[in-house]
């Protein structure tokens, strides 16, 4: 039989495998962004908050378990979580789209859906036991730092994962001049019409990251008005566009020197054309999927202050 040291070790690293589940899908978050898009279904303003809040929601039951605050009604709400999971990943694997990565520890340790249901199941099984053995693992005077971390866990998130803001009300810093020698090279159509000219380097996993939220956008509005072009061998550049599911939206692989010091080598940069102006333009940290979606929803004439 378990003794109570061993009950109580089995409770902390149960309540250890919450808390890292929950610390493993900032890393980085928007690709558990792109899960709850992709495969829950949920929209691109619901799903930065929803992600954020499942985060909250698993650290906490997380460490109350793990410091033995409301430790009862924690594992039940683990055993509840672990179930609705364990039902939709199900039905997922049923229907044959089970074979991306669910999330559940982030992009670190991928698991498809039969994998992360099989952990569930040996969570749920740990559960039970300590339900089971309930009177071991109870007796600790300080269950309340459970509490105050999950209290100071949550400013902490939205320090280190800010929701995305789209900041639109940029003055641009490219010239047309620029844009027109790019444009003349490749023989595209970027000196008509409104186009967003998104540029990434094929090794730049930042880069693969927003490509892979590209990729569940609007194709109607992407194929109108968004245009990627990317820096890289062509091996790379074909592997990116593999691995980021683009490879039906427009894009070109370019060398242009005068772009690329025109941004100062950074990436992504997101470039808005009306008729060849550039109306704006951001890059690296600047640019999110937010941003995009905003451009491609018409937005290319924000009021400025």
């Given at each position: ?13 149960y ?14 978050i ?20 929803a ?16 410091f ?53 199941l ?59 020698e ?16 998104l540029v ?68 992504p ?8 102006q ?28």
């Amino acid at each position: 039989m378990i003794g109570r040291i061993g009950l109580i070790s089995l409770r902390i690293l149960y309540g250890a495998l919450f808390i890292g589940s929950a610390i493993l899908k900032l890393m980085p978050i928007e690709a558990f962004e792109l899960v709850l898009i992709k495969q829950v279904g949920f929209s691109w303003g619901i799903a930065p908050i929803a992600s954020r809040s499942l985060i909250i929601i698993e650290f906490a039951i997380g460490v109350s378990i793990m410091f033995g605050f409301q430790t009862r009604r924690m594992i039940y709400a683990s055993l509840v979580m672990l179930a609705v999971f364990t039902v939709y990943l199900g039905i997922l694997a049923f229907i044959g789209e089970g074979g991306e990565n669910c999330g559940c520890f982030g992009e670190l340790i991928p698991m498809d859906a039969p994998t992360s249901i099989a952990k569930n199941l040996i969570f749920a099984s740990i559960a039970i036991v300590l339900l089971w053995k309930f009177e071991g693992i109870n007796r600790w005077r300080f269950g309340w730092l459970g509490l105050v971390l999950a209290y100071f866990y949550i400013p902490f998130l939205f320090v280190a994962s800010p929701l995305p803001e789209g900041k639109l009300n940029k003055v641009a810093t490219l010239s047309v001049q620029v844009m027109s020698e790019v444009n003349q090279e490749l023989n595209w159509d970027l000196m008509t019409g409104e186009k967003v000219v998104l540029v990434m380097y094929s090794k730049c996993v930042h880069c693969a990251q927003l490509a892979s939220l590209i990729s569940t956008t609007d194709l109607k509005l992407a194929d109108e008005k968004l245009r990627m072009l990317i820096y890289g061998p062509d091996d790379a550049y074909d592997f990116f566009m593999r691995k980021t599911s683009t490879e039906s939206l427009p894009s070109l692989q370019t060398s242009n020197r005068s772009l690329m010091q025109a941004i100062n080598g950074t990436v992504p940069t997101v470039i808005a054309l009306k008729d060849g102006q550039v109306i704006s333009n951001w890059t690296g940290e600047e640019v999110n999927i937010d941003l995009l979606v905003n451009l491609l929803d018409g937005n290319l004439y924000p009021n400025r202050e």
